[in-house]
């Protein structure tokens, strides 16, 4: 079993429409969690970030981290066509040398005009 | 800043050839990550540096592949010899403080094809 599961999608909703991208994950040591965007041929760029449970909110975009049921999510509101991306969640303990960061396989995004 | 430099961003080798993926970080970065992204495997990290050193090579995938940084503004990925399974796309990033922090910047990366 991977350490970060995530849907691969392919994930395609009408512009406007509120979308909702998740993640679970086995390792309760996990205490930060991001979420990135990585467009067409491009490097992945951090979108959001959040410390332990709870929501943080950011314009358009909600990240919700669920630390009991292992469980993170992305939602995007009024979605656009320039949200088309793909969406990988991340994870990982702490921010001490030895703690890395465990992608998920990602989530591709597609909002039609 | 020009943020992360990758080159070549196009490779495509035939099998058993060597290959040398080059990167750039973002100028005053202590960290810097090689990763490798692929459609089975998501996106996974092959090593990383701290102020040149190697500090962990655990995800590299065997004696093929090595890493080195000579300096602060320079990495190179070299897979010696190539084979079709080493057909992905390869990232460096670069960041701040250690892996575990949540800004790491990623270069364009480089696609890799081996026929």
């Known amino acids: 079993q991977k350490e970060v599961e995530q849907d691969p999608g392919p994930l395609s909703v009408p512009e406007g429409a509120i979308v909702s991208l998740n993640c679970t994950y086995s390792?309760?040591?996990?205490?930060?969690f991001m979420w990135y965007r990585q467009y067409s041929r491009k490097g992945p760029e951090l979108l959001m970030y959040?410390?332990?449970?709870g929501n943080k909110e950011d314009g358009r975009f909600t990240a919700q981290v669920d630390k009991s049921s292992k469980y993170i999510s992305l939602f995007i509101r009024d979605s656009q066509p320039s949200d088309s991306a793909t969406y990988l969640c991340?994870?990982?303990?702490?921010?001490?040398?030895?703690?890395?960061?465990?992608f998920g396989s990602g989530t591709r995004l597609s909002i039609r005009p | 800043d020009a943020g992360v430099i990758q080159s070549p961003r196009h490779e495509v080798t035939e099998m058993g050839q060597e290959v040398t993926l080059r990167c750039k970080p973002i100028?005053?970065?202590?960290?810097l990550f090689w990763y490798r992204q692929t459609m089975m495997r998501g996106l996974e990290l092959l090593i990383y540096?701290?102020?040149?050193?190697?500090?962990?090579d655990s995800g590299m995938p065997e004696d093929r592949f090595s890493a080195k940084m000579p300096n602060a503004s320079f990495s190179t990925l070299k897979i010696q010899p190539s084979e079709p399974r080493d057909s992905a796309v390869y990232f460096c990033?670069?960041?701040?403080?250690?892996?575990?922090?949540?800004?790491?910047?990623f270069g364009p990366g480089t696609r890799l094809t081996v026929t």
């Open positions: 540096f701290n102020n040149n050193v190697p500090i962990d």
């Open positions: 991340a994870m990982t303990p702490g921010y001490s040398s030895a703690s890395k960061i465990i």
């Open positions: 390792n309760s040591a996990f205490q930060y």
């Open positions: 100028s005053g970065h202590d960290y």
């Open positions: 990033a670069s960041s701040l403080v250690g892996p575990g922090a949540s800004e790491q910047y």
């Open positions: 959040t410390y332990s449970s």
